[in-house]
């Protein structure tokens, strides 16, 4: 009776607390009433909904510093009444030990959170406030685990989450039912902590995570594991980062790539004891592809920090985007805010990076750096402090273009009351993303009231109601990937042929990765095929059709892997059915591995050829003439 009466109490406000997002930067949205000591705020949309729920903590309740949560509609309407829905069925410590939030694909949102008595909790809250697994919700990893949980969801409806005990860390999957609990552990005795949670295809997932010493100043690496739903293991252990030694506090954060792989980024001063940003990547199968000392945002240089780094992915061309901070290595005392561009295999794009703001001696916090929807761009969300010796500050935003030229800038909050910014963004959905922060006191007129605030932002720089982007052309990607090898024994030249059908619209050019190379070739679009001489070894190929707004997904085999893996073997492994004569030829290839129209060698110009065709025993080969 009771979960029934505070279901009915969760509806009535849902109908009389109303606060839709506006444009004036004086006066922003209210979404809760909260302390003004409150903080740790995380956001999560959900795109099966059009939802926001955010989360933050605080000590209002009675039971430490406890998590409560709020959901708002698209139009930025507060639904679970004006002060959220507290957990209150557990008692928490008095600092945080790391709460983590995400949603659902049917709509609800998960708080994940260890608690006073060392355990790690999963509460899940239904769309009208009522509790799918009870207010105590699930107990996860069998009792072990007790620090910084860590949850994603997957793409069935369920989660993932992640905690550990400073030596070992603990994954569980979870979806109606709970899953096996993974251990993740050393042999040689270092500590695994820290992991982060990225999503890969078919609801498996990455983790990573860093191996440490003991004592503040020690070694650390950084590695990524894939593992699977059932608890079995898809991709081996892979360092990303190579020992260095600093301050353990130093966290590495992670995100998807939007390819199955991702991107993690840590701040450190292990190479050449000056701080600086590294970029590092793996791929849907877990391997490196940067190397393990990381891409650098900045020339390092002992006069000046990088560090305060926030990232994203630029949904069409797969670079990660990311803000950080530079300051005076001496005194701290200058604040710039930067952004720079860095491929999946480290190439460094805006070279030492593209100077957002110049804040002088003022500082500035929080830097949220979000991509379009689309890929045409992205934003830079900032407090901006007002002086070095006062906490006032406003939130200020810029809009840029994929070439980092500015597209427009606007003030989101003009208030100068000190605030307690949020830790994530929503990201662009639906045309707009979402920005949130508590007034806490110290307000350049008395005390700061407190409460949870808001303000949306269109991907033209408005806010309140903002028109929703175009969506570009559709990107069609090619079709029917295929590929094979190839080997002339009179040269003893081997190859890989690789061949696909081109989509129903023309692109500008093709883009052939050779993951295992790290190498990505432009095929002009009227080609379907290409040859690549190569020595013995395994390739894996991806195929992409690269149009004038954006880059098509990867081409699909007829068995729907978005890779081909094409095996060059060594000569003395080919069979003699392959000196056999062709007798019916399928197709033919120039040199640069371009189709060429012609069913017959007598129709050939001089030159050198692939001939692909069927031997008199019916096998299909490959060869290499010279007419």
Known sequence: ???????????????????????????????????????????????????????????????????????????????????????SGHQFSSMSEGVAMTTTTDGGVVSCFSVYD????????????TFAWGEQGVQLFGGLGFSRAEVIATDDGGIWALGFDYQNLYLQYLNNATGPVITISDAGGY????GQLTLSYDNRVFVTYEKCGNGLYTDKEIYVAGYNPDGTQFSQETLLMSSKTFQVTYLHHALSDGMGGGYIYIWHPGIGDAFNTYVFHFDQFGASTIGSNGAPVHTTDPTYYYIDANATVDPVTHDIIIGYRQTDAEFESEHRLYV??????????????????????????????????????????YIKGQSPTSDASTVEAQGFDMKGDVLWSTQMCSSTYSKTGCENTTGFHGGQNIFTWINSTGAVSGSGPGGLYGQNIGQNGEMGEVTPPTPPTPCY???????????????????????????????????????????VIEIDPEYTSYYYELEPGDYIFKLTAWYEDCESDFALTENGDNYILIEIQNHESVSEIDYEEIVNIIEIYNVNGQRVNAKDIQELNQGMYIIKGVTQSGKITTRKIVK
């Open 477 to 519: 990607p090619p079709t029917n990937l295929q590929g094979e090898s190839y080997y002339n024994a009179e040269t003893g030249i081997s190859a890989a042929v690789v061949s696909w059908t081109a989509p129903d619209t023309t692109p500008l050019h093709y883009n052939l990765y050779c993951e295992s190379l790290k190498e």
């Open 191 to 194: 500590r695994c902590m820290y």
């Open 1 to 87: 009776m009771k979960k029934f009466y505070l279901f009915l109490i969760a509806l009535a406000v849902t109908f009389t607390v109303k606060a839709q997002w506006v444009n004036d930067p004086v006066n922003n949205t209210l979404i809760a009433n909260t302390s003004a000591d409150a903080g740790e705020i995380y956001l999560a949309y959900n795109s099966h909904t059009g939802d926001t729920y955010m989360q933050w903590c605080s000590f209002v309740g009675g039971n430490g510093w406890s998590p409560t949560l709020q959901r708002l509609n698209f139009a930025g309407e507060p639904q679970w009444g004006p002060n959220g829905i507290h957990i």
């Open 340 to 381: 720079n561009r860095i491929t999946p295999f480290g190439e460094i794009i805006w070279g030492e990076g593209m100077l957002v703001l110049d804040n002088g001696s003022a500082p500035f916090a929080k830097i949220r750096v979000d991509a379009f929807e689309y890929g045409d761009g992205f934003s830079v969300i």
């Open 118 to 129: 060392g355990y790690t909790y999963a509460v899940k809250i239904n769309p009208d406030g």
